[in-house]
T-cell receptor, first 114, second 120 residues
């Protein structure tokens, strides 16, 4: 069975600083990878996804992520964060042929401070 | 495109009563709907997967008689929490898979805005 590990439960960062949110997955087969953002009491909004092709994926709000198959990672990065980026971020994986279900990581709370 | 509308956004009910949560796909046909439960500061836990016109598939440990899922049409799926108790208080989120055309592969998922259920 696949699993997703988000190593950091909380990441504090100052505004305009760069940030990286880490995500590692375990799967013996091909995967699709997703990053979602959740604001308080709201559903999930897709930031970006990797299905195939270029390993560097650009998403909304200036976020990007790089799929690294050898390290089984899909870290999320932003070169300069804003106060409005404060939210919970979830990494998720879907295993090809695995019944279309998403498996989520435990989430990382990004807190941007002035 | 591919918007899922979830209602209500929040509900308070008395212990022992039932609550129905609706998710509607507004501009596409949702052949598959996923229902998640999220406790405070925790991740999303998949409760069940429903396909239009067939019985839902529940994850291990989820009581199918307590959490009734109906997916009778391609645009509507409902979750009914029966005989709710305080421990059922949680944030419930639905999600639909998005296909590339009819019968195409899944290339994404769209989520409802969630329902905060409080049982008193």
């Amino acid at each position: 069975a696949q699993s997703v590990t988000q190593l950091d439960s909380q990441v504090p960062v100052f505004e305009e600083a760069p940030v990286e949110l880490r995500c590692n997955y375990s799967s013996s087969v091909s995967v699709y990878l997703f990053w979602y953002v959740q604001y308080p009491n709201q559903g999930l909004q897709l930031l970006l996804k990797y299905l195939s092709g270029s390993t560097l994926v650009k998403g909304i709000n200036g976020f990007e992520a790089e799929f690294n198959k050898s390290q089984t990672s899909f870290h999320l990065r932003k070169p300069s964060v804003h106060i409005s980026d404060t939210a919970e971020y979830f990494c998720a994986v879907r295993v090809t042929g695995g019944g279309n279900k998403l498996t989520f990581g435990t989430g990382t709370q990004l807190k941007v401070e002035l | 495109g591919a918007v899922v509308s979830q209602h209500p956004s929040w509900v308070i009910c008395k212990s022992g009563t039932s609550v129905k949560i609706e998710c509607r796909s507004l501009d596409f046909q949702a052949t598959t709907m996923f229902w998640y439960r999220q406790f405070p500061k925790q991740s999303l836990m998949l409760m069940a997967t429903s396909n239009e016109g067939s019985k839902a598939t529940y994850e291990q440990g989820v009581e199918k008689d307590k959490f009734l899922i109906n997916h009778a049409s391609l645009t509507l799926s409902t979750l009914t929490v029966t005989s709710a108790h305080p421990e059922d208080s949680s944030f419930y989120i639905c999600s639909a898979s998005i296909r590339s055309g009819q019968g195409g592969g899944i290339y994404g998922y769209t989520f409802g805005s969630g329902t905060r259920l409080t049982v008193v």
